[in-house]
T-cell receptor, first 115, second 111 residues
Framework: DGGITQSPKYLFRKEGQNVTLSCEQN?????MYWYRQDPGQGLRLIYY???????QKGDIAEGYSVSREKKESFPLTVTSAQKNPTAFYLC??????????????FGDGTRLSIL | GENVEQHPSTLSVQEGDSAVIKCTYS??????FPWYKQELGKGPQLIID?????GEKKDQRIAVTLNKTAKHFSLHITETQPEDSAVYFC??????????FGAGTRLFVKA
């Protein structure tokens, strides 16, 4: 079955530590996205990538970094500069990076907490 | 900036009743309006979408209406069932590359 796989499902971060969230898709989609979800709020865009080897900052990119070396992979690193990282992180993809007016397919998320 | 407002934030209905969730968008260039359902501990899943050249779309018990003049669109769920209980998000896109999401509606269907 095609889909998006996020791992791990739960992740704990210590003070001063960088952690990396994995996102893999086998849908052959060009575009990939990272969102942050906090209780009672909508999805806020962290980073997006329209094509391999290219990515753009979203609305809340500070304290995060990404890479897009392969079409199927879009890992997100939460750095120590992100002072409030506790949240549910969602990865998504869509067929093409040329237009935004198309559905996004989401993974089942990673819940990040601070130790 | 671009914004999508969603109401209500919480909705409780009796099984078999209808549920209506309303959204308003600000970017007049938006032309695609998806609705997502998110169950506990899962990612959002697309349940229905509508494009700006259509006023209404229906899929079994779910329907979406769009009023471009008023910049309103709504989700209608008829004959609700306990498995409809979830968080529902509206979204709007097309004005730029980003998709703008509403804050979500938590729907409770009481058996």
């Amino acid at each position: 079955d095609g889909g998006i796989t996020q791992s791990p499902k739960y992740l704990f971060r210590k003070e001063g530590q960088n952690v990396t969230l994995s996102c893999e898709q086998n849908l052959n989609h060009d575009a990939m996205y990272w969102y942050r979800q906090d209780p009672g709020q909508g999805l806020r865009l962290i980073y997006y990538s329209q094509i391999v080897n290219d990515f753009q900052k979203g609305d809340i990119a500070e304290g995060y970094s990404v890479s897009r070396e392969k079409k199927e992979s879009f890992p997100l690193t939460v750095t120590s500069a992100q002072k409030n990282p506790t949240a549910f992180y969602l990865c998504a993809s869509s067929i093409t990076g040329q237009r935004s007016n198309q559905p996004q397919h989401f993974g089942d998320g990673t819940r990040l907490s601070i130790l | 900036g671009e914004n999508v407002e969603q109401h209500p934030s919480t909705l409780s209905v009796q099984e078999g009743d209808s549920a209506v969730i309303k959204c308003t968008y600000s970017d007049s260039a938006s032309n695609y309006f998806p609705w997502y359902k998110q169950e506990l501990g899962k990612g959002p899943q697309l349940i229905i979408d509508i494009r700006s050249n259509v006023g209404e779309k229906k899929d079994q018990r779910i329907a979406v209406t769009l009023n471009k003049t008023a910049k309103h669109f709504s989700l209608h769920i008829t004959e609700t069932q306990p498995e409809d209980s979830a968080v529902y998000f509206c979204a709007a896109s097309g004005g730029g590359f980003k998709t703008i999401f509403g804050a979500g509606t938590r729907l409770f269907v009481k058996a």
